[in-house]
């Protein structure tokens, strides 16, 4: 870019940056903050620890016993249930008790991308326990995933491996018929006894009584299990507000917030005809809680966005807002913030819209878009207010609203304040049980894309690292190895890191980078990945495995071929180091000398690197072997002289 730019500013409400400098690194802290807030605890992750949080947590469903013995006697269980019928804690559940400490406890992809097969046998190892949750998947991926199960038993049976499969419920008619033994039928828990013991678990101990009114029995028998977890969370926070009249009036509070308010919603739309009064109903359920100049503004945004003629008349002999939100049941607390008077009132509003006015959903997606785009609404209301309409946009089934949010928000003329938004709309939907799928599918194939805004490749960043790695580190991974090949800048510094702590903190996700970035260096040409294999060898714990040798020879092969000496010399001389100071075995010395080929330049200067280092380096107590004379004996044996004494 040549030409010659500048910036003007009218005016500013919030802050303003026109050059480098400090401001997307706020943002950026801003975002991960928020996603992090979102986070919690969540049966979307797989790890042993949070098998842990769940174990205290979980109660058995119908059929519980019979997949136990089935996964236990060959290997794998297939688990058909309801949706909301809590089918993938069942699965993380079984996984966990069966722990014998021998493998990991990892999910396989449910997405299609460059890693492979899903079930691929060679990537088994002793012990391990592996989900796969098929609940959202299509006819076709189903069907191709069943015919390659039979094999992928067989060596699950021979590693003593464990695999649960989550079924999905509405391709239930396209189940092959040899893998009916395998599957087992859940039915969904006790949501009273479920929520007893979330209640427990926070000192909370009802009588049997407290949990049989029927406003509760009611309300439970109505809702998913991720649900009766919620107003478990309500009713403790409660508690700790200080609220006083015991589990009664905790239960019936938390309940009237979730009541189901679409009947009063509806009689009252009835009677608020007018076009004004509606949007500004639905900007009030929008950003509930906000100023009344933030209801305000946005309710006029909304009437000019669906072309809704203005009212002529002079703006004193119009109603004051004051009025206009009494007559539509809010009001203005004593912090100056509005709200209505009915508790999830609001949350009725935006159902009835979404669900009653289908015909305006991309009118509000950009009414939506707009009102965050502008200054004029504060940072603390975007959160909640994008909370509310990612739940509106997956309740109606449009969860490609919230994917055009997120890019519109980071697009070439994005600005970088909206990033936090557009990474909790992702975080949102890669959270959905239903949806999930589809937005790690869509991340995919934007990490791939060569020509992203900078802006939308830092927030794919921030959700393969703060919200993917938790529940789907493989896939998060391979994105984020797209994104650190196409990214520059600071954008490539974000990537790299996020993959280099994702890759060095798991054994198998180091396997797998290493895998990905050898086949890289030998099929194509990403010169950045050169850069990346560097950074792998910090890591030194793994070469006893050879299948890791084998990546690393390879690695340091085109290492040597394409990059000059000043560029690996510090790397090769971090092995130096960790073999004579036993934090690194021998082996390392093996790789680097297979990696030189046999070509006597390449292993002359490896020799004469060692030489220099060495002679540098005062030796200091507890010192291993000397790495001049190991590194002879090394070539030596590779150049089939073993037979020669080393020279030192």
Known sequence: MTEPYSAYVSESYGPLHTGDGTQLNISLALASDRLRHEAGPSLRSITDRDGDWLDQRF??????????????????????????????????????????????????????????????????????????????????????????????RARLVERRALLAVVLPHHHSYLQRVELKPYTAEL?????????????????????????????LVNHLARVPMREVAELADRIRSLRDDGLPGGFPSWRDRAIKRVADRSAEVAADLA????????????????????????????????????????????????????????????????????????????RGVREHFWTYFPDL????????????????????EHGPAIARFAEQCLRAGRPDDLLWLAEAWTGRHGQVRLIPDAAQALNRGLADEQYGQRFRQRIYDWSITGNLPQNLKQVLVLVCSETMRRSHPHQALVRLHHLDRRADGRVADTARSALLDLALGNSRMYRLLLQRVRRSLVESAWARD???????????????????????????????QKLPREEWHPYAVRWFTAVVDGSGSERLLDVLVDGCGNEAALLGGLYQLARDWERSRPPRPGDGPRIVGLLVQKINFAQGLSFLVPAV
């Open 59 to 152: 109660v058995a469903p119908g059929g519980m016993q019979r997949a136990r013995t089935l996964l236990r006697t060959n290997s794998v269980v297939l688990l058909s249930a309801r949706p909301g019928s809590g089918r993938r804690a069942a699965a993380l559940m079984l996984l966990h008790e069966l722990a014998d400490g021998s493998g990991g406890l990892y999910e396989l992809p449910d997405t299609e991308d460059d890693s492979g097969s899903v079930l691929d046998a060679s990537e088994v190892s002793e012990g391990d326990r592996l989900m796969l949750d098929l609940s959202a998947v299509d006819e076709a991926r189903y069907l191709s995933l069943q015919r390659r199960l039979p094999d992928f």
């Open 530 to 560: 050169l850069g990346l294999f560097l950074a792998l060898t910090q890591s030194v714990r793994l070469t006893a495995s050879q299948e890791v040798r084998a990546g690393l020879t390879a690695g340091w092969a085109a290492v040597f």
């Open 187 to 215: 039915t969904k828990p006790s949501s009273r006894d479920v929520l007893s013991r979330y209640l427990q678990l926070d000192n909370i101990r009802p009588t049997v009584a407290e949990l049989g009114v029927q406003s």
């Open 361 to 380: 959903t991309e009118q509000l997606r950009r009414w939506f878009h707009d009102c965050l785009a502008r200054p004029r609404i504060g940072e603390d």
């Open 271 to 346: 009677t608020h005809d007018s076009g004004r009064r509606r949007a500004l109903l639905l900007a009030l359920a929008m950003f509930h809680g906000s100023p009344p100049a933030t209801v305000l503004s946005t309710a006029s945004a909304l009437l000019s966005a669906l072309s809704h003629p203005p009212d002529e008349r002079p703006r004193l002999e119009q109603t004051d807002l004051n009025r206009e939100l009494t007559e539509l049941g809010a009001e203005t607390g004593p912090d100056g913030l509005v709200r209505f008077r009915t508790h999830n009132y609001d």
